[in-house]
């Protein structure tokens, strides 16, 4: 978010930096029962807000109203992934347990298809096809909980 409203990676670092700093301060106040995202975005988006009101003087293309627009989307959005996320959740615990451990498999970091391949004694074609046809139910799955989701 912080990259859309400030472009420039010393500004970025700068108030991702206080950004953290008030969060960590302000770690007492936060509601567990409530999501984190949003209260940490509307941290950041004061924080914008404030270091734009300190660069006054300097040329800012983004004016109040656009930064909280910004952030508006980035909070449905967020929502929008939260809900992706849990559905997905749900969705690998649908498959059967050889599908799920080949999933989970395949993203483990400095994982590869042929390494797969290889332990399972099966061609690297046949691994990405099957990793292929998993991704797809795991893809209808997400759809249908999401509009049921929605339906609700």
Known sequence: MLWSLLRDAHDV???LQE???VLWEKAHQYD??????PWALKIAQLQVLA???RKARSRLVLDE????SLVDDYLLEAESLDARRRALGECLQKLSPEHRHLVVRRYEPGNSVDAIAAELGRTPGAVSEMLRRIRLTLLGCI????LREAHT
Request: hydrophobic letters at 35%; a neutral charge; glycine letters at 0%.
């Open 51 to 53: 270091f734009r009101k």
């Open 32 to 37: 567990t029962t409530r999501d984190f995202l």
């Open 143 to 146: 759809e249908r909980s999401l």
């Open 19 to 21: 950004t953290n700093a």
């Open 13 to 15: 670092e700068d108030v």
């Open 65 to 68: 109203q656009l930064v909280t």
